[in-house]
């Protein structure tokens, strides 16, 4: 029994989690905004700005000031680190930090300093691409030729050659700067970098993030060596070892013992991708349960036995940090897109659920949108793509209720179609993230889906998972018994499909399909 840490740096923000296993509750729960806390970085909604769409980069000095900014302002409120007695966590997938110098050769961080100040001189490469970018097209393809097609590159890493993903976005930058790609001495994710710079020293690659870079073995854990070779020379020497997902990497650093109280010797967990790490904090590390997330991006996933990809190749197969795989679909045109509909039709959040709950039926009259505001990665879309179909108002945006209904449908059945492989329809599907809290969101999710949809007491799984996993791999608390305590749904936000909803996604399903392939998707 005891207290521990998660957490979680997403696209927008760093948040902290600590559960107590003893009483089964979540004690503390906050997060920093990078773009409002942090508005000296420019990323307002947490990359920066740049006017070609396909490139999505972000500061990393921006997430460690955010760590350092973070746990002050606990300290500052009285949160008693030293209680704590694991620690995990997790990062947005596929973005990268490279630098100098291994941090395993470098001194300790020094405590009367900032991280930082003493990050940014071993940074060989300013800013990080993140999961957003899609500029990689021609190393994928090269990628894929290098090691004999994509089938074999979906059979060694789980996945085709996929712009967002680390390797591309490695081999990107060996190309257009082989000077500072030479002197990287080691290439971390988010989550590998944070936890080490939590414990002063290079941390491993977990195997459910590692599996979102084409370079990872599904079969060994391994970095497979055809996969390095295509990438970039001496991509191996750079790496940090791929470690189990439960490998215990460290201890917290000094600096975090004396800036911020934590005891000496408090062990960090590998951390893992958002996703892997959702996939525990919503208690579906088991087969059987669907999981919707509506963040930044949108992803489905769950776990899986044995590995199976996707035909069409917008699938994944990542590690599953409980053991096994899981699968997963993303969609970049998450919350960005919604925010994008709410801010040209003036709706509230509120008003935007009333819209689709009140004013507007399902199959919203064969008003229809292609929802693609920023580049797409399911279906593959380079460039922005929005479309209205539909009555004359509803093309002129001047429906605001059913233009509300049009996004969150084009999503709901853009996510149906795209995770069809992965087997038969989910009959229960279990929602996390912002917009999931939103009713009407809810609603059109069961009614496309015709599944039964819950969401948990606890909000974001993501640094959950991290708090439960550090339970598991160092408290010993089964996830079964942390599953119980933790990951219970919230019965208030049970959603049943409405009578007869289903039935009428049938023309506006086809409908969709067919303009998804007039425009090439
Ligand atoms: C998953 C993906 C996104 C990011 C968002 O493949 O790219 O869901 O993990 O943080």
Redesign the pocket.
Known sequence: MGLYLGLDS??QSLSAMIIDTGSGRVVLDESVNFGKSLPHYGSPSGFLPNENPQLKHADPLMWVEALDLLLGQLKARGTDFSVVQGISGA?????SVYLKQRLSDIPAWDPTSDLASQVRPLLSRPSSP???DSSTSAECQEIAAAVGGDARVVTLSGSRAIE?FTGPQIRAFYKRDPQAYAATREIHLVSSFFASVLIGRSAGIDHGDGA?MNLLELATGTWSPDLLAATAPSLGEKLPPAVASRTQVGEIADYFVSKYGFKRGTPVVAFT???PSSLVGMGATEPGTAVV?M?????VFAAMRQPHTDPRGFG?V?GNPAGGFMC?I?F?N?SLAREKVAEKTGLSWDAFARGILEETQPGNQGNLLLPFFIPE?TPKLLAPKVELFGSERFRAWQEPAALARAIVEAQALSMQRHSDWIGEQPKLIRVTGGASKNRGIRQVLADVFGAEIRALSVGNSSALGGALRAAEAIGKVPFASLYEAFAATDPASNVSPAAGATACYGELRQKFVERLAAVGA
């Open positions: 997403s696209t990062g947005q997938q596929h973005g993140i999961w957003m967002r979102g991708g958002d996703n997330s963040g930044t991006s949108d992803t994944h990542f997963l993303c970049a998450g990665m």
